[in-house]
Every structure is written in C-alpha cells, then in structure tokens.
C-alpha cells in the first residue's frame, strides 16, 4: 500500500491544499493530512482541533483519507504514521527552493525510508494561500473562491464573534 502524508498548517484549507490532495489521492493508496500545531504562529484562526474537524467534515466521504494534528516534524509523523512519501505543494520558485532543502532534510532525517514527492496546484490555485484568504475574510470580503462553503461558513461565523 502506497501510503502518502500532507502537512502544513492549513489555516484554513484552501482550494489550493485541496487541489493538491485530490491530486496525491490519484496517485496513492492512502492519503493522511498532518496539521501541524505551530505554537509559534501567531496569526492563527483555528484551533489545531478545529482544522481537524474542518478537514474531516470537507473529506468524510473519502475514507482513504486520514487527519492528524501533530507536533514535531514531519518526518516523524510520516515514520509513525507508516508513510512512505511526503505531499508537498509548490505555487513557485519561492516555494521549490524551501522544498527542495525540505526534501533534502526529511530524506536524511528518515535514513533515506521517506521519499518528498512535489505537486503543483493547477494555474487557478497558483496564488491562493492561507494567508490572503484571513485576510480577504477580515475585511469582510468574499472568500468563495478560494474556500469550501464549510470554511467559508466557519470563517464568516469567526469573524462576526469575534468582531
């Protein structure tokens, strides 16, 4: 079994991460969605367990999906979890360069048992990231395009409470 993890934050979970997963899950038998808990992000709208049960509502009819949140690297993550291969997305050169150090890093990490596989979002997810979604939601703008209506609905919800 071909099994296959994809960190990040996702704060939230955009169309872009989504685009990237519906991709791996062509290509592997399983795919598991590591949400790291990075304490040292300030700039958070949810909570670790809140984007588990995001992620979990956006993919509860695809049981070859499995979420996580984790601490740590990824590479333990992937070593516990049994995988075989780390997902990561690449929007540009930004991106590649970090990735391929990343790669370089986990391969050595895991004494060469967890190979980096790199996707690219198609064209209309080049530019979406989680960041400009906050903040397009914060001013109240429309997030449709880059969102789930079940992130969409939370996020509008976080912003009138909190507001």
């Known amino acids: 079994m071909k099994r296959a993890l994809c960190t990040g934050s996702f704060n939230p979970i955009t169309y872009g991460h989504m685009n990237v997963i519906d991709k791996s899950l062509k290509l592997f038998d399983e795919v598991i969605i590591g949400i790291l808990n990075n304490k ?13 049960e995001l992620i979990k509502e ?11 949140s ?5 590479t333990d993550l992937a070593l516990n979890m049994q995988a075989d291969f ?19 890093t986990n391969k050595r990490l895991s004494d060469n048992k967890i190979e980096t596989v790199c996707l ?38 976080k912003r009138r409470n909190d507001g």
């Open 40 to 52: 040292n992000k300030k700039n958070t709208l949810f909570t670790p367990e809140e984007r588990v």
């Open 70 to 74: 984790f601490n740590g690297t990824a």
């Open 86 to 104: 780390i997902v990561r997305g690449i929007r540009g050169l930004t991106d590649c360069d970090y990735e391929i150090s990343m790669a370089y």
């Open 120 to 157: 690219f979002p198609d064209a209309e997810y080049q530019f979406v990231s989680s960041t400009i979604v906050r903040e397009l939601n914060e001013f109240g703008k429309d997030i449709s395009d880059y969102v789930s209506p079940i992130v969409e609905k939370r996020m509008i919800l």
């Open 58 to 68: 956006i993919y509860k009819d695809i049981d070859r999906i499995k979420v996580v």
